[in-house]
């Protein structure tokens, strides 16, 4: 069993859309929760940084994490072409970082 | 947020020779670099972890006398890769973690090409 499982898409959704997008853990002793998008050919970009359960906004994004569950999740409101990227959600126990698989992600105006 | 600095975004090489990619952390001092090979429309692969004054630990599979890593400073790490042939050819990405906060900051990559 991997230690992070992320749906790879591809998913396509409409300009102003709500994307939901999601990562499910095996590890327990995963604390430190993050959310990264990709652009093709480009290092990926710190979107959201959670510490264990609760919620995070920052503009169109809210971060969820889910520890009972190990389940977290990236919401995006009103979603823009420029949103189109693949979205990698990675988590950390001590000096280790877990990556998904990332989930490609396409808004078409 | 932080800033990760790596260079050459884009080589072109002949086999054989050998390339340095650099990775910089510019604002925080990283006691902890990632190297990360990435293929097409895949996910990052951890080829190695580089800590400050100390020899890199490598993932199984990952030659280390291939992909030689220094972490010689606080700020700065790089990857050699030596005798380098056609199927080195990939994207490399190093990464850098920032404590306390424990974030982790990207640099943004470098293509490797060799002909």
């Known amino acids: 069993q991997k230690e992070v499982e992320q749906d790879p898409g591809p998913l396509s959704v409409p300009e102003g859309a709500i994307v939901s997008l999601n990562c499910t853990y095996s590890?327990?002793?995963?604390?430190?929760f993050m959310w990264y998008r990709q652009y093709s050919r480009k290092g990926p970009e710190l979107l959201m940084y959670?510490?264990?359960?609760g919620n995070k906004e920052d503009g169109r994004f809210t971060a969820q994490v889910d520890k009972s569950s190990k389940y977290i999740s990236l919401f995006i409101r009103d979603s823009q072409p420029s949103d189109s990227a693949t979205y990698l959600c990675?988590?950390?126990?001590?000096?280790?970082?877990?990556f998904g698989t990332g989930t490609s992600l396409t808004v078409i105006p | 947020g932080a800033v990760v600095s790596q260079h050459p975004s884009r080589v072109i090489c002949k086999s054989g020779t050998s390339v340095k990619i650099e990775c910089r952390s510019l604002?925080?001092?990283?006691?902890?670099m990632f190297w990360y090979r990435q293929f097409p429309k895949q996910s990052l692969m951890l080829m190695a972890t580089?800590?400050?004054?100390?020899?890199?630990?490598?993932e199984q599979g990952v030659e280390k006398d291939k992909f030689l890593i220094n972490h010689a400073s606080l700020t700065l790490s790089t990857l050699t890769v030596t005798s380098a042939h056609p199927e080195d050819s990939s994207f490399y990405i190093c990464?850098?973690?920032?404590?306390?906060?424990?974030?982790?900051?990207f640099g943004s990559g470098t293509q490797l090409s060799v002909l």
């Open positions: 959670t510490y264990s359960s």
């Open positions: 604002d925080f001092q990283a006691t902890t």
């Open positions: 590890n327990s002793a995963f604390q430190y």
């Open positions: 580089s800590n400050e004054g100390s020899k890199a630990t490598y």
């Open positions: 990675a988590m950390s126990a001590g000096n280790q970082f877990y």
């Open positions: 990464s850098a973690r920032h404590s306390p906060n424990e974030k982790l900051f």
